[in-house]
């Protein structure tokens, strides 16, 4: 009886572990099909959300397999980047892969709000492989432009004037952003723009039911994102900017001469032969009055944008800004002039 006993016990552990190696074995092995796949870990990806997206691109046929032979293998980190698998490739075959260098280096870039199209590019080439020139010559691409335009709906042809320096200034939506290292300069727009695309989305209507333009709404924001800080002061720099221009007042706006001149605030005055000159950005030059410039100077932020679509309603034509970034506005230059002459008493006029 006691033989009888030890005999099934044994057959019943040797059972036991064929079954165990058999589920090891099913659940280590590939899914098959010998499909290449592209797969992504992000910056601050964990295990679990790593696995869910093995499992749904059909990589791995189990997440509780994988997660056991994570444990198995020992690896306590796996690296961002892009990586080249297979689906013939064996669950451990995929973490030896997947803790080794990635096969393409992810870069995360983040851009301002308010920065202009000469930023952008910087920020592009320090750290990616795209030369200013190639850059700047898309910029210049005609038949890509068109193309854009015919994807994004916000991209009109008003971007093909020849006088606009940089033609996706203002469309470029400033956050942060990951790209394939390697990647070409129009993914890179287009990653961009379809993300301007997604915070333009809720304000479709109202923009295209404005008796201005996209293009004018967009480079209006740029000018406010610019002269303002908070969203009530920039709604109210929008209604003054309308103000005049249905006055056919020169609007007057130091940013736009600056961008004429390409020279960025802060970086030095302007000389007396910049704030003159009759440009298309110009908008202190007495030529463009009841103008605005002839494209967006920066890119700017959803709430400029949405400023610019919904300004406050007022009576006032001027404005100015203390050094702390307060703004007040009047309703003529006899009260614009006297609230300069306070804010000099105050020491609160801004100089650079």
């Known amino acids: 009886m006691k033989k009888l006993v030890l005999f099934l016990t044994l057959l019943a552990l040797i059972v036991c572990a064929v079954f165990s190696v058999g589920i090891y074995f099913y659940l280590a092995g590939p899914v098959g099909g010998n499909r290449n796949v592209t797969f992504e870990i992000e910056e601050g990806s964990t ?16 997440e ?9 293998k020992g690896v306590s980190t796996l690296k961002s980047g892009i990586y080249t698998l297979n689906s013939n490739m064996s669950t451990l075959k995929i973490i030896e892969n997947l803790s080794k ?10 851009f301002k709000e308010g920065r ?24 210049k691409d005609t038949e890509y432009l068109k193309q854009l335009i015919g994807k994004y709906w916000f991209l009109t042809e008003a971007i093909l004037d020849g006088n606009i320096y ?75 900017f309308y103000n005049r221009l249905q006055a056919n007042m020169s609007l007057g706006s130091d940013v736009t001469t600056y961008y004429a001149a390409k020279v ?39 709430t400029s944008i949405v400023s610019a679509i919904s300004p406050t309603s007022s009576s006032f034509y001027y ?8 703004v007040y506005f009047t309703r003529n230059n006899k009260e614009h002039n006297q609230i300069i002459n306070q804010l000099k008493k105050e020491g609160l006029w801004f100089t650079y």
């Open 47 to 62: 295990f679990t959300s790593i696995t869910q997206k093995l499992k749904e691109k059909n990589l791995i046929k189990n």
């Open 64 to 72: 509780l397999g994988y997660k056991i032979m994570l444990k198995i």
């Open 101 to 110: 260098n990635p096969t393409h280096k992810v870069v995360s870039i983040t």
């Open 116 to 139: 202009n199209m000469r930023y952008i590019v910087s920020n592009i080439t320090k750290n990616m492989d795209i030369t200013e020139q190639e850059i700047y010559q898309k910029l």
């Open 166 to 240: 940089y033609s996706l200034e203002g469309y470029l939506y400033p956050d942060t952003y990951e790209f394939v290292s390697h990647a070409k300069i129009e993914n890179v727009f287009e990653k961009m723009l379809d993300n301007t695309a997604k915070k333009l989305a809720p304000y479709k209507e109202m923009m295209k039911q404005s008796s201005y333009t996209i293009h004018q709404m967009i480079t209006l924001a740029s000018m406010v994102e610019l002269e303002a800080m908070t969203e009530s002061d920039r709604k109210g720099v929008a209604g003054v």
């Open 264 to 302: 960025d605030m802060g970086e030095r005055d302007l000389y007396k032969s910049e704030i003159n000159d009759y440009n298309a950005y110009n908008t202190r030059n007495a030529n463009m009055a009841g103008k605005l410039p002839v494209g967006p100077i920066c890119n700017p932020s959803i």
């Open 319 to 326: 404005f100015v800004a203390d050094k702390n970034k307060k």
